[in-house]
């Protein structure tokens, strides 16, 4: 099993670009999140999607936009980048039962100049 | 809203020493998950372990423990025997459940940092 993958793992972007970060998972997870991680603190939460058709924003949504057009896939677009968006990127899925883990993708490394 | 407090941002441990992390946490609900985490320095999360806030014994996972004190409301992590590999950062996240029994995101941590020594 591939589980979670995450594609870039590294980016630059200049202020004002756009791009979308992939994320697929193959474990037929309802549950999907992205997370940003800066440096000195933990995850925090920036969109979900409890199913197809179905997202919702977290703590961060500011900046960020995501579909969920299949339950495979949830992408992460940034619509506008800023430096503030340099960050690490994390997708996590998993099952909607209750506290389940979620299983998380390797990372995409953002830089935004 | 919940909230996780980690409040050793680094630690230090001699090789095959027994380590405890710390984590509190609040919450109003009475369902809720506890996880631990790790992520060395190749920046993957690994899962670690897992304790659920009914349940009556401290999980465990090989060299992984949680002390899971309900009251006090923290859930420690204690490592046995550390090892090089263990060196990471570390961090506490919960996550609970809404009415429908659906689970919620993950509340992360700030981390802490382990260091072992030979």
């Known amino acids: 099993n591939a589980g979670v993958t995450q594609t870039p793992k590294f980016q630059v972007l200049k202020t004002g670009q756009s791009m979308t970060l992939q994320c697929a998972q193959d474990?037929?997870?309802?549950?999907m999140s992205w997370y940003r991680q800066d440096p000195g603190m933990g995850l925090r939460l920036i969109h979900y999607s409890v199913g197809a058709g179905i997202t919702d924003q977290g703590e961060v949504p500011n900046g960020y936009n995501v579909s969920r057009s299949t339950t495979e896939d949830f992408p992460l677009r940034l619509l506008s980048a800023a430096p503030s968006q340099t960050s690490v990127y994390f997708c996590?899925?998993?099952?909607?039962?209750?506290?389940?883990?979620?299983?998380f993708g390797p990372g995409t490394r953002l830089l935004v100049l | 809203a919940q909230k996780i407090t980690q409040t050793q941002p680094g630690m230090f441990v001699q090789e095959k020493e027994a380590v405890t992390l710390d984590c509190t946490y609040d919450t109003s609900d009475q369902s809720y998950g506890l996880f631990w985490y790790k992520q060395p320095s190749s920046g993957e999360m690994i899962f670690l372990i897992y304790q659920g806030s009914y349940d009556e014994q401290n999980a465990t996972e090989g060299r992984y423990s949680l002390n899971f004190q309900k009251a006090r409301k923290s859930a420690n992590l204690v490592i046995s025997a550390s090892q090089l590999g263990d060196s990471a950062m570390y961090f506490c996240?919960?996550?609970?459940?809404?009415?429908?029994?659906?689970?919620?995101?993950?509340?992360f941590g700030s981390g802490t940092q382990l260091t072992v020594l030979p």
């Open positions: 996240a919960m996550r609970d459940v809404i009415s429908s029994g659906s689970a919620r995101q993950l509340t």
């Open positions: 474990m037929n997870h309802e549950y």
């Open positions: 996590a899925s998993s099952y909607l039962r209750a506290l389940e883990t979620q299983y």
